[in-house]
């Protein structure tokens, strides 16, 4: 069973930036196709897929409205997601969740963290 945590969310201002953190337990370790995503969900709004990576390759997916600002990245060793959010946009405002995936479907979430930009 596989167990998210996210951290790191806040209240930043415009142009600044955030590195959000998803401890994983529970995934198949030796799965080199095993795939982790950001997923966020603003106000009033569907929840939309922002970026993705394969956790046994290189392989990085991002939406376009994030695509030159975030980067996602894992440390294996340490069982952990991340997300680096640069150049922060009041509408990027919004509940960050991280989740296993396949594709752009998450099978297994995180409670999310909170991200402001204002």
């Known amino acids: 069973h596989v167990q998210l945590v996210e951290s790191g969310g806040g209240l930043v201002q415009p142009g600044g930036s955030l590195r959000l953190s998803c401890a994983v337990s529970?995934?198949?370790?030796?799965?080199?196709?095993?795939?982790l995503g950001w997923f966020r969900q603003a106000p009033g709004k569907e929840r939309e897929g922002i970026a993705g990576?394969?956790?046994?390759?290189?392989?990085?997916y991002y939406a376009e409205s994030v695509k030159g600002r975030f980067t996602i990245s894992r440390d294996n060793a340490k069982n952990t997601l991340y997300l680096q959010l640069n150049s922060l946009k009041t509408e990027d405002t919004a509940l960050y969740y991280c989740?296993?995936?396949?594709?752009?479907?998450?099978?297994?979430w995180g409670q999310g963290t909170q991200v402001t930009v204002s």
């Open positions: 529970g995934y198949p370790h030796r799965d080199s196709t095993y795939c």
């Open positions: 990576i394969v956790v046994g390759g290189t392989q990085t």
């Open positions: 989740a296993q995936t396949t594709g752009w479907s998450g099978n297994y």
